[in-house]
């Protein structure tokens, strides 16, 4: 019968308006982001990377710029890293390539930015502030 | 029990107050007429923008609520604020005129939009008595004045020098003038029952039974085409926001796109103000004071429209003309018809 | 007999309801489309001239922003194409796993197409259904792969890691409760007289005239030619499960809509399969760490929710793709809109494009 559909569509309507609400309330409320979430920032560890470069190569779209230093025992050092979000894909290659585990996200999904300088991030010198002493950062690796 | 509460409460009764204290003050009775006349005025036009601001808010909350969301809830305690912040955002917005568009015309529209918006509140029984006009042609009056609404779109759909909107305009006054017909058709069959044109008589008609129930289809019709006059979703081709943009709007912007906002919730308002009034009983209801009474009819009625509005969608403009005309239309004589028959049989039985 | 003139009106770039940026310049007598012409190209990146500077692995993350609401059947077209060309081997569990997340991203992308047409059509809450229940689904493959919307899960060689133990259960009760959400899409919007009539019997194309100009998936079985890569040439190992292709019998805007409406359904059945028969073991085939496809050219297609995806690709030896090209079914189903919009009104042209379904990330490539 014609009209009957309307009138289901009206209940159902109604039905929702005193339902549940299904949104959140954004800033108040957060929603948990899973254990995989490819987001936010690059996490540099400088103390595990080899400096090999690889993360820069499996870039495809040359995010990562580093630079490195031999010294006198035939070590590469890292001497800057710069992660420039703003072209990032976020496609996780760069993780996935490297081999000690030194860089991941850091799920800061609210990395929105008033200039755009201010996407590039300067990743080695983050981590030299946060670095925590040798012991602890021993512990940390056990512990994983 | 409860009819002396509603008699002091009552808005007749604040007047003749209101009255008597003025005429200690005021040394001759046209001055009291004429502060009485200038206070219904000013209550009128609160009315009309606190329930704009109201109804926007309270338009926003209904459609996050059915969708599933919660709508406004930043500014001031569950967001009852946000529709003051947005006008006061509109108010500091810069004011655009479209190149080529026709100065004057574009000017006049809003203000000429809202002018028959306000006009017809002048018509509504609140309360008992309490009617800024009761004119003898009262329904007759909210026809002719309301469908004054036409022009201005058509006016602002040509002004602004937009394909939009004059698409918009053009659609308005197809729309408008085939939707009136069923309208006054379906309020003839409530004035051949009351046989008064006179607001306050088609409420007290109404004492022992509402004309909802003597009239349902004369209802039905009335709130299709009601929501039909006030261009509100699913009617809303005027406006049709994904095809037309925003139809005659389209162009304006700051304070005069508010005025046609404004004169739309005081459409709607209107709108859902006379549907009580016609067939819910008016401001008739126990206990309560009548003019509570009505209010809480009309925000009955404002939710279906809102409910109807956030269900459906939008036809096309061409099935619009053919159901004003193909079905609303005949169904509002078979409507006449049937009340003239039942009217008639009555009175042979009696 | 005054004289009457037809105007132009541009639709779009900005515009409500051109779903991105497409621009349609109008040719209309009053509100009669004399003609719609499609203008493309705004949102245009050079997607295919990209993919020659990246190695093959490369330009995965590419393929993801060509159609942004089903990147899964995209990662899965590009894939099995340098599959081809390699001639690898992929271990059973990826295949399966490949399946279930491209059946997914289908519901995914026809509940945007149901939410469009809804939101198209003036109606603003079937629009927030549609969403809602998408979201369920972005929280599956955020589990699996760590984004809601680029995917990069499929690899060339399998997927790119095993998925959670969680993600079986929550798949299942997503499907659980699918058949629910179906239920209420057609109280509100299926079942509602006013859709029916907006969209039955306009925007017609018949069913030779649609295989000529090259439409492909809903759009084309809307106009009952039974044609389903999934079944006609099988990929993967779409051989191995049971669905039926629904098929419409006008191709007017009605069917289009229904097809898809009834596609979710058998895309959520073929989820079930797989998801029943999914066996153990790894996910990654052994795949060198430089890929050096074989110099030739290869072409592949899949059935993406908006239609046939091919991608060719020429290997010169190298490690990049000496040319990639990709064939958008977007791109190719938008050339109906001119042929079909001619003779209706403004609200109908609105109305075809929803229902044809194009994406604009997809048709400027």
């Known amino acids: 019968m014609q009209g009957k559909g309307l009138l289901s569509g009206l209940k159902v309507t109604l039905n929702r308006f005193f339902g549940k609400k299904v949104t959140v309330h954004y800033p108040e409320e957060k929603l948990p982001m899973p254990e995989r979430f490819r987001g936010g920032e690059l996490d540099l560890d400088h103390q595990k990377c080899i400096a090999c470069g690889l993360c820069a190569m499996a870039c495809p779209n040359k995010v990562i710029e580093l630079t490195t230093q031999t010294d006198e025992q035939k070590k590469r050092h890292l001497t800057s890293y710069r992660y420039r979000s703003g072209r990032c894909l976020y496609c996780n290659y760069c993780i996935e390539a490297c081999p000690t585990n030194a860089i991941r996200w850091d799920k800061n999904y609210e990395n929105s930015r008033y200039h755009r300088q201010q996407l590039d991030v300067d990743c080695l010198a983050i981590s030299k502030k946060k670095a925590p002493p040798a012991a602890q950062d021993s512990a940390k690796e056990v512990a994983e | 029990m409860g009819k002396p509460m509603q008699e002091v409460t009552g808005l007749f009764t604040i007047a003749t107050v209101l009255r008597k204290l003025l005429n200690q003050y005021l040394p001759n009775p046209q001055w009291v007429d004429m502060v009485i006349t200038l206070v219904n005025i000013g209550a009128i036009f609160t009315l009309i923008s606190l329930s704009a601001v109201v109804l926007v808010y309270v338009e926003r909350k209904v459609s996050a609520y059915m969708q599933m969301r919660v709508g406004p809830n930043r500014v001031g305690p569950w967001g009852t604020l946000q529709t003051v912040a947005d006008m006061i955002k509109l108010m500091s917005k810069e004011d655009i005129m479209p190149d080529g568009a026709d100065k004057w015309l574009w000017i006049l529209a809003p203000v000429l939009l809202f002018i028959p918006a306000a006009a017809v509140y002048a018509i509504f029984p609140f309360d008992h008595q309490a009617i800024f006009a009761d004119l003898n042609i009262g329904i007759f009056y909210f026809i002719a004045v309301s469908s004054q609404a036409t022009l201005p779109f058509l006016m602002a759909g040509w002004a602004s020098n937009s394909k939009y909107a004059l698409v918009g305009g053009m659609r308005t006054v197809a729309q408008m003038l085939s939707y009136e017909i069923p309208l006054v058709f379906s309020i003839l069959g409530v004035i051949m029952l009351t046989g008064s044109l006179r607001m306050s008589d088609i409420v007290a008609a109404q004492q022992q039974v509402w004309f909802v129930a003597v009239q349902p289809l004369a209802f039905v019709i009335f709130v299709i085409a009601a929501t039909a006059e006030s261009n509100r979703a699913p009617f809303d081709l005027v406006e049709s926001e994904s095809e037309l943009v925003a139809g005659p709007f389209t162009e304006y912007s700051g304070m005069r796109w508010a005025l046609f906002f404004l004169a739309e919730y005081a459409n709607l308002f209107a709108a859902s103000a006379i549907g009580v009034t016609l067939f819910l009983g008016g401001w008739q209801g126990p206990w309560l004071p009548g003019w509570l009474w009505f209010m809480l009819k009309t925000a009955l009625m404002i939710f279906i429209f809102m409910w109807l509005r956030w269900t459906f969608p939008r036809p096309r403009v061409d099935q619009l003309m053919a159901f004003g005309w193909k079905v609303l239309l005949p169904l509002a004589l078979v409507n006449v018809l049937i009340t003239g028959i039942g009217m008639q049989t009555v009175k042979y039985f009696r | ?365």
């Open chain 3, 1 to 365: 007999m005054p004289k009457t003139q037809t105007y132009t009106l541009n639709m779009g770039p900005q515009h409500p309801s051109t779903h991105g940026v497409l621009q349609v310049v109008m040719e209309l007598d009053g509100e009669r489309v004399v003609q719609a012409i499609p203008q493309m190209g705004y949102l245009h990146r050079g997607i295919e001239k990209l993919a020659e500077s990246r190695t093959y692995a490369q330009f995965i993350p590419y393929t993801d922003r060509l159609d942004y609401v089903s990147s899964m059947g995209n990662n899965l077209g590009y894939c099995q194409t340098i599959e081809k060309l390699l001639e690898l081997d992929i271990p059973e569990r990826a295949e399966y796993l490949r399946v279930i997340m491209a059946e997914l991203n289908r519901i995914a992308s026809h509940l945007i197409f149901m939410s469009s047409v809804a939101i198209d059509l003036g109606a603003t809450t079937g629009m927030m259904f549609g969403f809602r229940d998408r979201e369920r689904i972005l929280d599956l493959f955020d589990m699996a792969c760590g984004a809601r919307l680029t995917y990069s899960y499929i690899r060339i060689g399998g997927v790119r890691e095993d998925v959670p133990p969680e993600f079986m259960a929550a798949t299942r009760q997503f499907l659980a409760d699918f058949p629910e959400m179906l239920a209420e899409y057609h109280e509100l919007l299926t079942g509602n007289e006013i859709l029916y009539h907006r969209l039955r019997g306009s925007g017609v194309i018949s069913g030779p005239r649609a295989l000529e100009i090259g439409l492909t998936g809903a759009s084309l079985r809307a106009s009952g030619v039974d044609y389903d890569i999934r079944k006609a040439e099988p990929y993967g190992i779409y051989d191995r499960f049971d669905f039926c292709v629904p098929l419409g019998q006008t191709g007017d805007n009605w069917d289009r809509y229904r097809v898809r409406m009834e596609e979710m359904k058998e895309s959520a059945g073929i989820v079930t399969q797989a998801l029943d028969a999914l066996p153990d073991g790894p996910v990654m085939a052994k795949v060198p760490k430089v890929l050096k496809p074989p110099p030739g050219d290869v072409y592949h297609r899949i059935e993406n929710p908006r239609g046939e995806l091919g991608f060719y690709v020429v290997s010169d030896g190298s490690v990049k793709p000496y040319r990639l090209h990709v064939r958008r079914p977007s791109f190719i189903n938008l050339q109906a809109l001119n042929e079909i919009c001619q003779g209706l009104l403004i609200a109908d042209v609105v109305a075809v494009l929803a229902t044809l379904d194009p994406l604009m990330g997809e048709v400027d490539c």
